[in-house]
């Protein structure tokens, strides 16, 4: 196998021997770190790191950092990547003052891209969600989570579920496919909302199962969309076919969907933009990973998920693009450290945390990705000399990365 060597690292970030599942509270800001250090990788893992003064004279390919940082490379559990052209006529009826629910009701929204990738090949749907992986890697991001939801009829979802897949056999990052039949009701069902929902239960999720397309299943639980009981329905034909939950909630209104969620053990809850006292009771002690998505309150100018708060009342928090076509049409999370410390007043290493071991786990991947430690995969930022850690969030404007590095391999 090669080996790579990075040297003259300034500092070596997120740095474990033995590294924890995750960190919530005052822990959310605890970033280790070495200076002047050395990585090693053979393959695509990491093998050791240490001092320069004890880093190993030869090996395959050497990269000389000069100084800038290394940490690990960004994950991101909650993508939308997987979608047919774009929405910038709505992205204009925004500026024109129309709500979110005004623009769903006039046909545009979910129902909007349904439309239009359902006319889409499974081949040109596969080239544009590929164009969309690779921009993303070159911005860091190792780590994917990708979610159906705009088929909205059996063969779509089908359909994104198997671009999906060669998404995973054609690049180096690490993917997970999310089943999210549950996204909005088709025009065709809306006097029959009940038949949708067992077609998702009853056909969708057992077939994705069956074919191995699906790694968790969602459901937008909201007004107007679906309900925290549909949302339990859908949790529980998950469960029986051993696909654990990442759930839309919160986003608009607090229904009970995040205490709905943590008792039926869902790995995440996403957006929380809404956030009520018993939220946050929920969350206390669970395994439930609260996963804020910044950049659709930036692009739809709606309020932010109070992390702040979260950390500050002992929760974890992760952080996820939620990259697609009509409420957030971008996924470099450089830009998302900055929207949180600026906009939700998290620190810059909390942040840092919020992108690496916590989105990990909220992609239950934190046994092989989040860290600096031996024998965890080499997933690796390098990024061009930095006066400080608090650098990255502080100059938004700037593209901070030399070369990316994932599963072993250097792809800038």
Same mark, same amino acid.
Not at 395 to 402: L, P, V
Not at 404 to 412: D, T
């Given at each position: 196998?090669?080996?790579?060597?990075?040297?003259?690292?300034?500092?070596?970030g997120?740095?474990? +021997?033995?590294?924890?599942?995750?960190?919530?509270?005052?822990?959310?800001?605890?970033?280790?770190e070495?200076?002047?250090?050395?990585?090693?990788?053979?393959?695509?893992?990491?093998v @050791?790191? *240490?001092p320069?003064?004890?880093?190993?004279e030869r090996?395959?390919?050497?990269i000389?950092?000069?100084?800038?940082?290394?940490?690990?490379?960004f994950?991101?559990?909650? %993508?939308?990547?997987? #979608?047919?052209?774009s929405?910038?006529? !709505?992205?204009?009826?925004?500026?024109?003052?129309? $709500?979110?629910?005004?623009?769903?009701?006039?046909? @545009?929204?979910?129902?909007?891209?349904?439309?239009r990738?359902?006319?889409? +090949?499974e081949?040109?749907?596969?080239?544009?969600a590929?164009?969309?992986v !690779?921009?993303v890697m070159q911005?860091?991001?190792?780590?994917i989570?990708?979610?159906? /939801?705009?088929?909205?009829t059996?063969?779509?979802?089908? =359909?994104?579920?198997?671009?999906?897949?060669?998404?995973?056999?054609?690049?180096?990052?690490?993917? &997970?496919? %999310?089943?999210?039949?549950?996204?909005a009701?088709?025009?065709?069902?809306?006097?029959?909302r009940?038949?949708w929902?067992?077609?998702?239960t009853?056909?969708?999720?057992p077939?994705?199962?069956?074919?191995?397309?699906?790694d968790?299943?969602?459901?937008?639980?909201?007004?107007?969309?679906f309900t925290?009981?549909e949302?339990?329905a859908?949790? !529980?034909?998950?469960?029986r076919?051993?696909l654990?939950?990442?759930?839309?909630?919160?986003?608009f209104?607090?229904?009970?969907?995040?205490?709905?969620?943590?008792?039926?053990g869902a790995?995440?809850?996403?957006?929380?933009?809404?956030? !009520?006292?018993?939220? #946050?009771?929920a969350?206390r002690? $669970?395994?439930?990973?609260?996963?804020?998505?910044? +950049?659709?309150? #930036?692009?739809?100018?709606?309020?932010?998920?109070p992390a702040?708060?979260?950390i500050? +009342?002992?929760?974890?928090?992760?952080? /996820?693009s939620?990259?697609?076509p *009509? $409420?957030?049409?971008?996924? &470099?999370i450089q830009?998302?450290l900055?929207?949180?410390c600026?906009?939700?007043?998290l620190?810059p290493?909390?942040?840092?945390?919020?992108?690496?071991?916590?989105a990990?786990?909220?992609?239950?991947?934190e046994d092989?990705?989040?860290?600096?430690? =031996?024998?965890?995969?080499?997933n690796?930022?390098?990024t061009?000399?930095?006066?400080?850690?608090?650098?990255?969030?502080y100059?938004?404007?700037?593209?901070?990365? &030399?070369h990316?590095?994932?599963?072993?391999?250097?792809?800038?």
């Open positions: 196998m090669v080996s790579l060597l990075i040297t003259n690292i300034g500092r070596l997120q740095v474990y +021997s033995a590294p924890p599942t995750h960190k919530a509270g005052v822990d959310m800001a605890i970033w280790p070495l200076e002047n250090a050395y990585l090693m990788i053979i393959g695509d893992e990491i @050791g790191y *240490g320069m003064a004890e880093a190993p090996a395959d390919k050497v000389d950092a000069a100084g800038g940082y290394v940490f690990p490379a994950c991101d559990p909650h %993508t939308h990547i997987v #979608f047919a052209g929405r910038e006529r !709505e992205f204009v009826d925004k500026i024109k003052g129309l $709500s979110y629910a005004e623009i769903a009701a006039r046909g @545009g929204g979910i129902v909007n891209s349904a439309a990738l359902q006319q889409t +090949s081949e040109e749907l596969f080239e544009q590929a164009t969309r !690779e921009e911005a860091g991001t190792a780590a989570e990708i979610k159906s /939801g705009y088929g909205l059996y063969a779509d979802e089908l =359909k994104m579920l198997r671009v999906i897949r060669r998404l995973k056999e054609n690049y180096p990052a690490t993917i &997970k496919a %999310t089943l999210l039949g549950a996204h009701l088709p025009l065709e069902y809306k006097n029959d009940s038949a929902l067992k077609l998702v009853d056909r969708l999720i077939e994705a199962a069956t074919e191995g397309l699906a968790f299943i969602d459901v937008f639980c909201e007004q107007n969309y925290v009981a949302m339990e859908v949790m !529980e034909a998950g469960a076919y051993n654990p939950a990442k759930l839309h909630v919160n986003q209104t607090a229904l009970g969907g995040v205490a709905a969620a943590v008792k039926g790995v995440s809850v996403d957006h929380l933009e809404v956030m !009520e006292e018993a939220d #946050f009771e969350l002690g $669970s395994n439930t990973m609260p996963t804020v998505l910044p +950049s659709c309150s #930036f692009y739809l100018s709606i309020p932010y998920a702040r708060r979260m500050d +009342s002992g929760l974890p928090v992760a952080l /996820g939620d990259y697609n *009509g $409420s957030s049409p971008a996924g &470099k830009f998302l900055s929207l949180a600026i906009q939700q007043r620190l290493e909390e942040a840092l945390n919020a992108a690496t071991l916590n990990a786990r909220a992609m239950q991947i092989i990705l989040g860290t600096i430690t =031996k024998k965890k995969k080499a690796v930022i390098i061009k000399r930095l006066p400080s850690w608090s650098f990255l969030p100059a938004f404007g700037t593209d901070h990365i &030399k990316v590095i994932i599963a072993g391999k250097l792809i800038r």
